[in-house]
């Protein structure tokens, strides 16, 4: 898949690049949100990956805004971090597609959801 990984911390960004990379997705890292809307203009994005450490409740601005637009209203959106940090109960409550708590292995957990958000996409263009 390819995937937006926002995070506002760089060692978040790094763990995330290994770990995704090493899963085969092929990642594009923004630090804040006009540097991922940025990126989503240029790349053909699959999902977006946001860490609920980024400053501002930029994750639910990003996610609101991308359900606003048409191109992006059904691009998956999965959250990784602190229940409160960003707003994350709000994103879920909003229709993020999961929550990875950072207490339980959630690069684990990410590396599952990603895999069953791919499936999904490509059963939908099997004929």
Known sequence: MNLLVMA?????????????????????LAGDRAEALSLLERSDIDAVVSGT????????????????????SALPFVQYGEVGGAGGKELMRDGSVDFLLKRSDPLRRLVEVLKAQEEKRLGGLRP
Do not use: F
Not at 53 to 72: C, F, G, I, K
């Open 53 to 72: 450490d980024s400053p501002a409740a930029e994750p639910v601005q990003l996610h609101r805004l991308l359900r606003t637009q048409a191109r992006y």
């Open 8 to 28: 506002n911390d760089p060692l978040r960004r790094a763990i995330l690049l290994q770990t995704l990379t090493s899963q085969g997705h092929t990642v594009h």
